[in-house]
């Protein structure tokens, strides 16, 4: 009797084995139809807003607008810092060196002759040059990458009123940040940059720019 009873427990210990063992397969077996569970981001990436001004590209205070902050600008101009070294041929001969200008207020104006706001705003820039020069002004025009053909008769057919230097390689513009074209900065007698706009701009903003480094004058449009 007793080995039969012995036979018996032995036939339910081992379907109990085989049923826990086929439990077991089907926990952790994932069913072959089931979607994958999607992949959980650490919360520093997954939090991280992909319109961001770096990520989009755009650098905050280089395109002015009404609701840019004064210091977003004044980071993108160099205002308030050394204006940057400035060594260029010039149109028709010479060069021009910014650092042997030390001593008079300089507007620089980086353009080219296929940019529309340029062709606008010589004539506006050679009013000034010529009402100011009492003052020491001195207006300069840095072409960046075109020839010096294309430039001359540019700056002929306009009667420009100030030099026009030639950027070729486009290191100047690279060393003064000067994007998008045409872009203008002011600097004061000590070397300061002390103003800067973005171009397409008409006289109410080059007299905000040359009050900043004519001071005492009464600058007018």
Same mark, same amino acid.
């Given at each position: 009797?007793?080995?039969? =009873?012995?036979?018996?427990?032995? =036939?339910?210990?081992?379907?109990?084995?085989?049923?826990?063992?086929?439990?077991a397969?089907?926990?952790?077996?994932?069913?072959?139809?089931?979607?994958?569970?999607?992949?959980?981001?650490?919360?520093?990436?997954?939090?991280?807003?992909?319109?961001?001004?770096?990520?989009?590209?755009?650098?905050?205070?280089?395109?002015?607008? *009404?609701?840019?902050?004064?210091? *977003?600008?004044?980071?993108?101009?160099?205002?308030?810092?050394? *204006?940057?070294? =400035?060594?260029?041929?010039?149109?028709?001969?010479?060069?021009i060196?910014?650092?042997?200008l030390?001593?008079?207020?300089?507007?620089?104006?980086?353009?080219?002759?296929?940019?529309?706001?340029?062709?606008?705003?010589?004539?506006?820039?050679?009013?000034?040059?010529a009402r100011y020069?009492?003052?020491?002004?001195?207006?300069?025009?840095? &072409?960046?990458?075109?020839?010096?053909?294309?430039?001359?008769?540019?700056?002929?057919?306009?009667?420009?009123?100030?030099?026009?230097?030639l950027?070729? &390689?486009?290191?100047?513009?690279?060393?003064?940040?000067?994007?998008?074209?045409?872009?203008?900065?002011?600097?004061?007698?000590?070397?300061?940059?002390?103003?800067?706009?973005?171009g397409?701009?008409?006289?109410?903003?080059?007299?905000?720019?040359?009050? *900043?480094?004519?001071?005492?004058?009464?600058?007018?449009?």
């Amino acid at each position: 009797m007793s080995a039969r =009873l012995a036979i018996a427990a032995g =036939l339910v210990a081992g379907a109990a084995a085989a049923a826990a063992l086929l439990v077991a397969l089907v926990v952790v077996v994932p069913d072959p139809g089931a979607p994958s569970p999607r992949p959980t981001l650490p919360l520093a990436i997954a939090s991280s807003s992909p319109s961001s001004p770096v990520e989009s590209g755009s650098a905050p205070g280089v395109t002015p607008s *009404a609701e840019a902050s004064p210091s *977003a600008g004044e980071a993108a101009f160099h205002v308030g810092e050394p *204006a940057p070294a =400035l060594d260029v041929a010039q149109v028709a001969g010479g060069r021009i060196v910014l650092a042997e200008l030390r001593g008079k207020p300089v507007w620089v104006n980086f353009m080219a002759t296929w940019v529309p706001p340029s062709a606008e705003e010589f004539p506006l820039m050679s009013g000034f040059a010529a009402r100011y020069a009492d003052a020491g002004l001195v207006i300069v025009a840095v &072409d960046v990458r075109e020839d010096e053909g294309t430039v001359a008769a540019f700056a002929e057919s306009l009667e420009a009123a100030f030099p026009i230097g030639l950027d070729t &390689d486009g290191m100047a513009q690279a060393a003064w940040g000067a994007r998008p074209l045409p872009v203008h900065f002011w600097i004061d007698a000590d070397g300061i940059v002390r103003d800067g706009a973005i171009g397409g701009i008409g006289p109410d903003v080059m007299v905000r720019g040359l009050e *900043a480094i004519l001071p005492g004058v009464d600058v007018t449009p």
